[in-house]
């Protein structure tokens, strides 16, 4: 039971921290690295909603660390990978080329063989 809590753990963080990435991409509007722009982010509520989701899901990742091994959890989390891909194609209509495709495959297949062992 401790290692599906875990996996369920690590996955909610994970898909979290994707999300966190989606809403950073659509939020961010283009500036230039002067500390002037960068401080406007502050006021930016998509911008301030992603860092918070991001923030969350490094709770939610640390307690899952706390709860599991880290060769275990650390290579689990990478399922970010998948779900970043998904959010992508989905949200984003970005286009996904076989390279990425097949290095998806790769990605989810080591997540498996992770959580079986």
């Known amino acids: ?17 994707a999300y966190s990435q989606y809403l950073f991409k659509r939020s961010l509007p283009e500036f230039k690295l002067k500390i002037t722009e960068m401080l406007h982010l502050v006021k930016n509520r998509g911008v301030m909603s992603a860092a918070f989701l991001y923030f969350g899901s490094l ?19 990478a399922s970010i990978f998948i779900f970043v891909f998904l959010i ?13 495709a097949v290095g998806l495959m790769l990605v989810f297949i080591g997540v498996i063989l992770v959580a079986l062992t």
């Open 88 to 100: 992508s194609k989905v949200y984003l209509h970005e286009r996904i080329g076989t390279a990425k």
């Open 59 to 77: 709770a939610i990742y640390l307690f899952a660390l706390r709860s599991g091994n880290l060769s275990f959890v650390y290579p689990t989390f």
């Open 1 to 17: 039971m401790d290692g599906i809590f875990t996996i369920g753990t690590t996955l909610i963080a994970a898909a979290i921290a």
